[in-house]
């Protein structure tokens, strides 16, 4: 801009120089034109021409002639100026023009040089200012920002806790300029990351924890996605079932086998598994499966949705237990419970369900029943001169015939003793009963072979039917049982069908209850006391009150004779109450003459426990003895408890909530399900005596209480051992850690006075 300023100024000045020419010459050009003085107009040309940057004048003199000056040098810019020369009087004349050629040369060169000069010195400025600029650049920026990127290459996992630092003074102007900000930015990002990196080991470090934990779990676990396709099955799972979890992935978990059959009795299941977790939440049951080898094993399972953090269902989460131990042993409870072991026959209690069964489908069906009662005749001599073990092969020889002579319907079960009880349904009349007896008696014609000898054993038969002699379980059995001893009467190997006239033989039953009435009122009843011990000591704990019934005329009457009746008579509620005050009585004597807290286990009816009263006789026989709650057990049957009534589990609640102890007495000979220990308040498991007693002989029994010691454990419940009359027993007891033992090899039940005798002779006290 300035060069071409100045360029512009001097060709103003040319200009300006032109005008001056014009305004200066053109009147005395004129003039001596006009005065045609050559001369004088040479030298004012020549005046003219020495003007700087004048070179050329060409004067066209009119009308023809020219005169020229000075030359235009070749190539040369010029500028030139032309004006005429106008002669002014009365009259204007023109008398020619002069032009005048300036030559711009200089002014170019001057423009040259001035470039040259700008341009050189701007060249110089501009380096040094850019080399000033780079430097004041590389200075404060450039070698940061080199270490920022050098930072950001190095960044790794590695180095997190090394904060970005610049190689400059950490002024408050500093931290919030670019570079501050770019730093702290960085430095933030790098504390996040670090807090990131924290937690995302933690969760890692927990992922592994709950995943090793699912892994290891001793249950099976599956996890399925929302489609119940199979995502995750742990190792416990492969073991269970033998499918690998890799095989399985994505498949449903009821249609793992290649058995389409199974595969459709799962598919059923399994839909109302599906519907009951969603309408519910969770389902848990017990399911029979099958292994991948096709065998078959129960199982425990639990469904329950996996859910998010908005409660939608992600997936399935399904865990399994194996349980086929536990039913193995609750079927072989269940059997020992409903089916004679010696025979195998129904037992009494699967007889009478049986009997009711019957009965209930005769009263639909408008037909007949027969009940008939067998007794071997002699069994009691044959068994006492042979030995037992030919009197059980008679047993079940004579179970063999009764059973061949019925039909598919009937039944034969045997109630216990040489007693068998046949039920037979949809009878045509009472005489096809008596064809059944009949068959039965012929059956037994032939000798049995006993000990290598041949004995000729017969039966007598009692037939009750239904509905003519009665349209009741309990009194069909009873006139069955009477038209028994009617047969027997008649002289064995016979059979009577019942008549009411026969209900005198239940006479004697009569007096026992009469006798039983004025019982307690003559102070007949007494109790014997025998002790229970902790089983790896010996020591004594508890006693068990058993009661005895001193009759003049019957002598000792045992209670397995009289109880029955005492409950079917509803007398167990006064006899209960007094074993219960003279219990605890007892118990508080032996306390203040030992100086012990020495407990007292009593036995309960269930028709005493399910008086309305009982909680509050219990209250006051502890009241007025001063017992500790505590220290009375009361030992109750599983019977009582299978009726799974609210009201007993009131009572029971009740009277554990008062601090009183509970047990299940005779475990093992009921229904033996071990869900209802979990949800009744028991502290103590009485395994039955009929088990304990085997033990050393029948490695079934061994291992039966083996596992109800440990089921009773894992319910956190204490085990008593009834029954040990051997020391070897003893031995197996404590092998398997049952906490508490009861039999005659410690003591039989002893009166009151003896056994204060055996308190203070024995130092295990
Ligand atoms: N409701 C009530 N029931 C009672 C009461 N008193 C007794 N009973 C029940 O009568 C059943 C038979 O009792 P008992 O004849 O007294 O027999 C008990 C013991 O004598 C017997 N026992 C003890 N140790 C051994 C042994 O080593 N071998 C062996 N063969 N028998 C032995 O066991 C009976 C104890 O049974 P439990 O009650 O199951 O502990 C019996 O069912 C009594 O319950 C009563 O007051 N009220």
């Not at 040094?128 to 950001?152: C, D, E, K, P």
């Not at 025998?530 to 003049?552: F, H, Y």
């Not at 085997?694 to 204490?718: C, F, Y």
């Amino acid at each position: 801009l300035q060069i071409y300023s100045d360029y512009r100024k001097d060709l103003a000045q040319i200009d300006n120089r032109m005008q001056v020419i014009e305004s200066g010459y053109a009147s005395s050009l004129a003039r001596s034109l006009w005065a045609l003085d050559q001369k004088l107009l040479q030298t004012q040309m020549e005046g003219i021409l020495s003007l700087p940057d004048v070179v050329h004048l060409r004067l066209r003199i009119e009308p023809d002639s020219e005169l020229v000056m000075g030359d235009i040098p070749l190539d040369a810019r010029t500028k030139s100026h032309s004006f005429s020369l106008v002669h002014r009087g009365d009259e204007e004349f023109e008398l020619g023009e002069l032009t005048v050629t300036a030559d711009l040369e200089r002014i170019y060169d001057d423009l040259k040089r001035k470039v040259v000069v700008i341009l050189f010195t701007q060249f110089l400025k501009t380096f040094f200012v850019s080399i000033l600029i780079i430097w004041i650049f590389q200075h404060f920026v450039a070698r940061h920002l080199t270490t920022m990127a050098n930072y950001a290459r190095d960044f790794s996992l590695k180095t997190t806790s090394e904060p970005l630092t610049l190689d400059r003074p950490n002024t408050p102007s500093n931290r919030i300029d670019e570079l501050g900000r770019v730093t702290d930015a960085i430095n933030q990002m790098r504390e996040r990351l670090n807090a990131d990196m924290e937690r995302q080991h933690k969760d890692a470090a927990e992922i592994r924890k709950f995943s090793k934990a699912i892994e290891q779990s001793p249950s099976s676990v599956l996890i399925c996605d929302r489609q119940w396709r199979i995502e995750f099955a742990n190792q416990k799972f492969t073991q269970l079932t033998g499918y690998d979890a890799k095989t399985i992935v994505g498949k449903h978990p009821g249609a793992l086998g290649e058995n389409q059959l199974e595969n459709r009795e799962n598919h059923h299941l399994w839909q109302s598994i599906r519907l009951q977790v969603q309408r519910v939440g969770v389902w848990q049951g017990e399911v029979n499966s099958v292994r991948r080898n096709g065998e078959r094993f129960w199982e425990q399972l639990i469904v329950t949705p996996i859910k998010d953090e908005t409660g939608g269902i992600t997936g399935y989460l399904i865990l399994g237990e194996d349980i086929s131990i536990r039913k193995r042993y609750e079927q072989q409870l269940l059997r020992q419970a409903n089916y004679d072991i010696l025979t195998g026959l129904p037992n009494r209690m699967l007889a009478l369900d049986r009997l009711k069964l019957a009965l209930a489908q005769a009263r639909r069906e408008s037909s007949l029943v027969g009940v008939m009662f067998l007794d071997l005749d002699n069994f009691k001599h044959i068994n006492d001169t042979l030995g037992h073990d030919a009197g059980d092969n008679l047993l079940i020889e004579a179970a063999r015939r009764i059973s061949s002579c019925l039909r598919g319907t009937s039944t034969v079960a045997r109630l216990g003793g040489d007693e068998f009880l046949v039920i037979l349904p949809g009878l045509t009349g009472p005489e096809a009963s008596s064809q059944v007896a009949e068959r039965i008696l012929k059956t037994f014609a032939p000798p049995y072979i006993l000990n290598g000898q041949e004995v000729f054993v017969t039966t007598s038969i009692g037939i009750a039917i239904f509905p003519t002699d009665s349209d009741n379980s309990g009194t069909l059995l009873q006139h069955a049982d009477a038209a028994m001893y009617q047969a027997k009467h008649k002289g064995k190997s016979a059979f009577a069908h019942f008549a009411p006239e026969m209900t005198e033989v239940s006479h004697e039953r009569l007096k026992m209850e009469s006798s039983m009435r004025r019982a307690l009122e003559l102070k007949e009843f007494e109790l014997y006391f025998q002790p229970i011990v902790q089983t790896d000591s010996g020591n004594l704990c508890a006693v068990e009150a058993l009661l005895r019934w001193n009759n003049p005329a019957m002598g000792m009457v045992m209670p397995d004779r009289f109880i029955p009746l005492a409950e079917e008579t509803g007398l167990i509620t006064p006899i209960g109450e007094w074993v219960l005050e003279e219990a605890c009585r007892a118990a508080v004597g032996w306390i203040q003459t030992t100086g012990r807290d020495i407990g007292i286990s009593v036995n309960v009816s269930p028709r005493q426990f399910r008086d309305p009263g009982f909680t509050e006789t219990v209250m006051h026989a502890l009241s007025t003895s001063g017992l500790a709650p505590e220290l009375l057990e009361l030992e109750i049957t599983e019977r009582l408890i299978l009726d799974n009534s609210i009201e007993t589990a009131e009572i029971l609640r009740q009277l554990d909530k008062a601090g009183i102890r509970l047990s299940v007495d005779d475990f093992g000979t009921g229904y033996s399900a071990l869900s209802y220990l979990k949800s009744y308040p028991f502290d103590t498991l009485k395994i039955d005596k009929s088990f304990v007693q085997d033990v050393m002989k029948e490695p079934e029994d061994a291992s039966l209480v083996r596992a109800i010691i440990n089921m009773a454990h894992s319910l956190g419940l204490r085990v008593i051992a009834e029954g040990v009359e051997e020391e070897a027993q003893t031995h197996f007891l404590k092998k398997e850690n049952c906490d508490f033992s009861q039999g005659y090899f410690y003591s039989r039940p002893l009166p009151a006075p003896e056994f204060d005798d055996w308190l203070s002779s024995n130092h295990r006290v």
